[in-house]
């Protein structure tokens, strides 16, 4: 996740009776008791330096069969990794459909740095970028009093669920994962960590700790989200029902089991090199993306010097023609224009009359995300103020999860 979880990485939960509610920013958790009168809760402490909140709740959690009810919103969880910077394809195949799905469901948007570090990277470098990457979050407009902005590592229960996760997790279900053996095989077994195999692991507890009906993934994503999906199961099966109900718990599913929703556009913007490979923060060459913060002169000669095709005029869905295509579906997405739009305009243009029209459009639509950046990191209280709420919010959702797996796997209580 240079790769974006679930995208990378939103969360779709229509549970009937949950924990601690959907919580606008500025509202204090101890204001906000439930969503469905299922839970009675006790004075809470807050201990803001680990953004955790301890809750004595107790609650009647959902099992995999509920009745919808127009009161509960869907819950979304999503997050891009901090490395490199975020590029339109970050922005279009995610962050952009989180604008529109936070008005809708309740939604927690998190800053993936625990999956950072699967591959060598740069600590010095590391913290700053989470920071960056949650700024871009608010500049292309994840509003704050709708939706949770926070930094996975603050979570402590993502780490822990890992753990327990882990123990139930066949060593060759991992071993068959894709991007696994790909990386491995281009940086060799001595240079490749434990962490690389088993963040599929870590990106179920992601998904688990949350509840989730729906995952929005990218079709190189789907892998992962059937080992999370496969995982749910084993361990409902292993520790859920009758066993947990025996050790004093529910007795029900543990775990929800999530079904994958792929965005029908923009979910792949592929590279300005190769309009067959996606677009990448880990692509050697910068010229084969757009990134968020690009100044207008390098837009300009990167859309000047991006890779087309010797056929006369545009088109979209032709394989032949997959720079054709991409460049359309940018431009497309980046004007709000429909498809039939685009053709009508386009489709009898020459590559020397589209590519200024590009450009142009993708330095208007990131100007005013560009400028909100630079207001938002001029100020770095206000931020360290929204992650620390958004965890703290995360947290109460996450440790309900992780305490019944700890108590259904056998554990003493704390």
């Not at 060759?172 to 692991?201: C, H, R």
């Not at 998904?207 to 992962?224: A, F, M, N």
Request: glycine share 6%; proline share 5%.
């Amino acid at each position: 996740m240079g790769r974006s979880i679930f995208s990378h990485f939103p969360i779709l939960s229509n549970a009937s009776q949950r924990s601690i509610s959907s919580l606008p920013c500025g509202v204090h958790l101890s204001k906000c008791l439930s969503r469905t009168g299922a839970i009675h809760a006790r004075p809470r402490q807050l201990i803001s330096e680990k953004f955790r909140c301890l809750c004595s709740v107790s609650v009647s959690e959902p099992s995999t069969s509920v009745t919808s009810s127009s009161s509960v919103k869907k819950r979304i969880v999503s997050g891009v990794q901090p490395t490199g910077s975020l590029h339109l394809g970050n922005y279009l195949g995610a962050i952009k459909n989180w604008i529109d799905l936070q008005n809708t469901y309740e939604t927690l948007f998190f800053i993936v740095d625990l999956h950072a570090i699967t591959l060598p990277y740069d600590t010095q470098q590391l913290s700053k970028a989470t920071k960056d990457t949650a700024a871009l979050y608010l500049a292309c407009g994840v509003d704050t009093s709708k939706a949770s902005v926070f930094v996975q590592s603050h979570v402590r229960a993502h780490v822990e669920l890992m753990w327990l996760l882990s123990s139930a997790t066949p060593i060759g279900w991992l071993n068959k994962m894709i991007q696994f053996k790909e990386k491995s095989l281009k940086a060799g077994d001595e240079n490749v960590g434990v962490a690389l195999l088993t963040y599929p692991v870590l990106m179920a507890s992601d998904i688990l700790l949350y509840q989730s009906d729906l995952v929005p993934v990218g079709e190189d994503q789907k892998q992962h989200l059937e080992l999370t999906r496969d995982l749910a199961k084993r361990v409902n099966d292993l520790y859920g029902g009758r066993k947990w109900k025996k050790l004093g718990g529910r007795g029900s599913a543990i775990f929800k089991v999530p079904e994958p929703m792929i965005p029908p556009t923009g979910a792949r913007v592929m590279s300005l090199t190769d309009g067959l490979s996606k677009m990448s923060k880990s692509a050697p060459s910068d010229q084969s993306r757009i990134n968020l913060l690009d100044p207008k002169d390098v837009i300009k000669n990167k859309i000047k010097r991006c890779k087309t095709d010797s056929f006369s005029g545009l088109e979209f869905d032709n394989p032949e023609r997959p720079e054709s295509n991409n460049l359309l579906s940018i431009y497309q997405l980046v004007t709000g224009k429909t498809k039939q739009e685009v053709v009508a305009e386009c489709q009898d243009m020459n590559w020397g009359s589209f590519k200024p029209l590009l450009t142009d459009a993708l330095i208007d639509h990131l100007h005013p995300i560009q400028v909100r950046y630079a207001e938002i990191m001029s100020d770095g209280a206000y931020l360290d103020n929204i992650l620390a709420e958004g965890a703290s919010k995360a947290a109460s959702i996450a440790d309900v999860t992780l305490n019944n797996v700890y108590q259904a796997m056998g554990f003493l209580r704390r």
